[in-house]
């Protein structure tokens, strides 16, 4: 089937499921979402003649991992956005079985699209190809074909090119498994965009005094903020060890020193960037006004995935709220964009709020789409919990020294958590959409991001404290 055939069924299996997927009370408010089918990994995110752009991984024919496209948003502000027509199909013989992730740059006034063709031969074996697209317009694109093929070494999980330049070099990051089994991220270089050369493995398993660290490294993507190089990467293989890495993968990054002469990554410690349950392949831009934004993927490739109640109204996951990056030491602090604001309405405040060994519901505090800014935060007290419409509760210990995040399980209803340390509470900022929490805890020191499903009818938030409780709260309803 050529790409105007299969852009063309994609539409007609929007329109036929649209009607069944607006329905669904579990559509999010203001979040992005696919039209229909599954959304993953956040693609190709740039600021392109002021413009927004975000595309991502998509199978409109199914709410299952199969054959991608690349789907397209678009937006003036990060706050309102429209679905554009689909940007690229996989319809040639170098990407036949899916246009997998990828990033965007601009050159010469052009949007250049780089994505890894995926194709698997009739007896399962997978090939690879790093390809490219060109546009003039940002919303139609031509295809360039493959630009890197799969170099020795490597077995063919060798994907998600991100591309930036710096001064008058282009350089790429491809996640990648050797032959050993090994994730590793490795880089190339190009002076014109078509003629890449290899540079070598950067880091990875077994680099860099990081020991065995798991099988296949996806989504890398390496940048300067504040004056050092971080590398966010998802890591495939990681067992838990204490609180850390309780999800089927990873996200998260190491800051450090890239190495553009040997070339070479040296960096510290790997850190999850979210805590959550739903939070994966991170995907970063540079604007205009010089801030590093990032969208992740709200959802994960785990058992659980095919219970997900939105998969009856056809259409599964999410992008998370976009958030804005910067460095305090060696952490990573993330927090919502300012442009968010633009979304409040009916401002409800409390002032010096006390909960005293009680659960408290606030009576005005309720709903199914909000933000809450929960500040002056003082406690005499071992632990407090905060319960948001029945089905998800954010709790913290200070005798532990340890914030928590619970939900019920989406096959079985059990309860299920995730952790994190932390030293003293005090700030909390939530987003609250129908079947998705985001809490930035003290400015974004920690983020814990997930999906839930709630009763419908349950739009209560409550509060308990084992001593004393003392804040303040803004609540404002979000559409």
């Not at 056809?314 to 709220?321: D, E, F, N, R, V």
């Not at 200070?398 to 928590?404: D, F, G, R, V």
């Not at 700030?427 to 805890?441: A, N, P």
Request: hydrophobic content about 35%; charged content about 25%.
């Amino acid at each position: 089937m050529n790409q105007h055939e299969l852009i063309e069924k994609a539409n007609q299996e929007v329109e036929r499921n649209r009607v069944k997927v607006e329905s669904d009370p579990y559509r999010l408010k203001f979040h992005l979402m696919p039209p229909v089918g599954l959304l993953n990994d956040p693609n190709g995110f740039i600021q392109y003649k002021g413009v927004y752009h975000l595309f991502y991984q998509w199978n409109p024919f199914e709410t299952a991992h199969g054959s991608k496209f690349w789907g397209h948003y678009t937006s003036k502000d990060l706050v309102n956005w429209e679905h554009q027509p689909i940007a690229l199909a996989p319809s040639e013989w170098f990407e036949k079985n899916g246009c997998y992730s990828g990033s965007a740059v601009e050159h010469d006034g052009k949007m250049v699209l780089f994505y890894t063709g995926n194709v698997k031969s009739e007896k399962g074996e997978r090939e690879t190809y790093q390809c490219m697209a060109i546009s003039s317009d940002g919303n139609t694109f031509e295809k360039m074909g493959p630009v890197i093929h799969l170099p020795e070494g490597y077995t063919a999980h060798f994907r998600d090119p991100k591309v930036w330049k710096k001064e008058d070099t282009w350089y790429m990051v491809l996640g990648a498994q050797d032959l050993d089994e090994q994730g590793k991220v490795v880089l190339y270089s190009s002076q014109n965009l078509t003629d890449w050369e290899y540079q070598g493995a950067v880091t990875g398993s077994e680099m860099n005094g990081l020991g065995s660290f798991g099988y296949m490294w996806e989504c890398p993507d390496l940048f300067e903020l504040d004056g050092k190089d971080v590398l966010l990467v998802s890591p495939q293989g990681l067992e838990p060890e204490g609180d850390l890495y309780h999800n089927l993968f990873q996200a998260g990054y190491f800051v450090g020193e890239l190495n553009y002469e040997e070339p070479s990554f040296q960096h510290g410690v790997f850190t999850e960037l979210d805590r959550g349950f739903d939070f994966y392949a991170p995907q970063t831009t540079i604007d205009e006004k010089g801030r590093r934004l990032l969208f992740a993927w709200m959802g994960m490739t785990d058992d659980y995935e095919k219970y997900q109640p939105t998969i009856e109204n056809g259409w599964i996951h999410a992008m998370t709220l976009p958030r804005v990056l910067s460095l305090k030491g060696e952490k990573v602090i993330q927090q919502p964009v300012e442009e968010l604001k633009q979304l409040r309405k009916n401002e409800i405040s409390y002032q010096n709020v006390q909960v005293h060994r009680e659960i408290k519901t606030l009576e005005k505090i309720q709903g199914t789409s909000m933000e809450m800014l929960i500040d002056g935060i003082s406690y005499h007290s071992d632990s407090f919990e905060i319960t948001f419409r029945g089905a998800t509760s954010f709790f913290y210990s200070a005798k532990e020294n340890k914030i928590s995040l619970h939900r019920k399980n989406f096959k079985n209803g059990r309860v299920e958590s995730r952790h994190c340390q932390i030293y003293g509470i005090k700030k909390l900022h939530v987003f609250l959409d129908t079947s998705s929490i985001e809490i930035f805890v003290n400015d974004g020191e920690e983020v814990f991001t997930a999906r839930f499903y709630p009763s419908t009818e349950n739009e209560s938030i409550s509060l308990k404290a084992e001593g004393n409780l003392q804040f303040n709260m803004k609540k404002w309803d979000l559409a």
